[in-house]
């Protein structure tokens, strides 16, 4: 079988509806399962998919261009199986240590800075007081206290 960007177009896709699936267990098991966040991950994964098609129509255009196009659907694959290994670390799925030290993926030491004007609930509170931690995405936010509050 040759390798063509449909091919390659038909293992992204598979790999965004695992990435997907799995994405919405990590989300279930960490208790942030929201209709916004995924709505925004489709869009975003349908966004990608009008640049690969893009990039399939440049192809039958300009045929010279395949081996630049491969690479960069090449590209999108890697990054989809990324997602999928570290939501696999999340969900406790035996991943082996050397996978973990290169993609410096452990559970709930991925920090994230907090935009501006948004106050998170912490659930944590370091030990000198002066931070709080609120889950955030695949991790942790470190928040000073003019971010967080506390609901008693």
């Known amino acids: 079988m040759e390798i063509t ?3 390659l177009f ?3 896709f598979i790999a965004i ?3 997907f699936v799995i994405g919405v267990l990590v989300a279930a098991k960490r208790g942030g399962l929201k209709s916004r966040t995924c709505s925004d991950g489709m869009f975003r994964l349908i966004g990608e998919c009008i640049v690969l098609g893009i990039f399939i129509s440049v192809d039958y255009l300009v045929p010279s ?3 630049i196009l491969v690479t960069f659907i090449a590209g999108f694959i890697f990054k989809e199986d990324l997602s999928i290994v570290e939501n ?3 969900l406790d799925v035996w991943t082996p240590n050397s996978i973990k030290k290169t ?3 452990e559970k709930d030491k991925i920090n994230h800075t907090a935009p501006k004007g948004i106050r998170y609930k912490i659930t944590k509170v370091s030990k000198n007081g002066k931070w ?3 889950p955030y995405r695949k991790g942790w936010l ?3 206290k003019k971010y967080v509050f506390v609901e008693k």
């Open 10 to 12: 038909k293992v992204f």
């Open 142 to 144: 470190s928040l000073n």
């Open 5 to 7: 960007l449909e091919v």
């Open 132 to 134: 709080g931690y609120a």
């Open 65 to 67: 261009l395949n081996s």
């Open 88 to 90: 696999l670390v999340y």
């Open 17 to 19: 509806v695992i990435d």
């Open 103 to 105: 993609l410096q993926v």
